[in-house]
């Protein structure tokens, strides 16, 4: 976080303590007050910061990838290399190896998504952001929910409706009596539990990752200005807060590989005739 954030920080956290101790940040920065509100055919919608920060993300991006692609060249420069690298991982890690013979044509689709999800997770780190929107559950659900539908439209247009819906309520291979226990199970998996921990996976960890970066940072701050024997302990916090950074820029991405990789996993199970 920059110096003016964590001064402010420190001081509302002595400030809502009458002793004058620290108290830790809570939830109230993924509910910041709205930047602008407007109503549309009668449904209220909000702007607020991770709104904006989250179409901020996601411009930086296009404008990267069209920056990469913009002028082709055989001996790729930097922008190019980028590009192309992230491309590349999904296309061949994710869309020919994880979903298979079948899944080059969704590369595109699975590129988008790594990329979108990488750009807003990026976010918790940048100076004056400082927050990643997939840390709000609201953004990872609605990725989930997207993904869901073409999970299973994807699995009705390779297999046909009767016999993809036929296959998961009754799973080939198992006895009839069998079918009172792994029917409700097989559903419940497949249109109730793979989105939804699909959306609680990104969320849990950037949401834990920005809680520890922020108490970290505004603790040593309060160690730092707080007076007495407390600002030998600063240091430490501020070396948390570093190493925090760091770990936090891996779980960035590989929480957006990993979405990725899950949605190619869902879509080799909607491609092949076996679940």
């Known amino acids: 976080m920059t110096s003016s954030a964590l001064e402010r920080g420190s001081v509302l956290a002595v400030e809502s303590d009458p002793g004058g101790g620290f108290v830790a940040p809570g939830l109230s920065e993924f509910y910041p007050e709205p930047v602008a509100t407007f109503s549309l055919l009668g449904v209220d919608f909000e702007i ?3 709104t ?3 179409w901020i993300a996601t411009l930086a991006m296009i ?3 069209v920056a990469a692609v913009r002028k082709p060249q055989i ?16 296309r061949d890690g994710v869309a020919r190896d994880v ?3 079948k899944g080059l044509p969704f590369a595109p689709f699975l ?10 997770n990026l976010m918790a780190i940048i100076p004056f952001a400082q927050i990643s929107p997939m840390s709000k559950f609201a953004f990872p659900l609605v990725l989930a929910a997207i993904c869901w539908v073409l999970y299973i439209w994807v699995g009705i247009r390779e297999q046909g409706a009767g016999k993809y819906f036929k296959d998961i309520l ?4 198992v006895p009839k009596p069998m079918y009172i226990l792994v029917t409700p199970i097989e559903i419940l998996q497949n249109f109730v539990v793979r989105p939804f921990t699909l959306a609680v996976r990104l ?21 730092f200005t707080v007076g007495n024997f407390s600002a030998v302990f600063g240091p430490i916090s501020a070396l948390m807060a570093i190493v925090m950074t760091f770990f936090e820029l891996l779980v960035i991405f590989l929480q957006a590989y990993v979405f990725t990789v899950l949605m190619g996993t869902y879509l080799n199970g909607s491609i092949e005739a076996e679940h």
């Open 48 to 50: 607020t910061r991770i």
């Open 52 to 54: 904006i920060i989250l």
């Open 63 to 65: 404008a990267f990838l």
């Open 75 to 90: 001996v790729p420069g930097k922008l190019q290399y980028l590009g192309e690298t992230g491309y590349s991982l999904i």
């Open 99 to 101: 979903v298979g013979p």
């Open 111 to 120: 590129a988008s998504l790594f990329f979108f999800i990488l750009a807003n």
């Open 170 to 173: 009754f799973l080939p291979g």
């Open 203 to 223: 969320f849990a960890n950037m949401f834990a990752g920005h809680m520890l970066l922020v108490v970290f940072a505004l603790g040593a701050t309060y160690l």
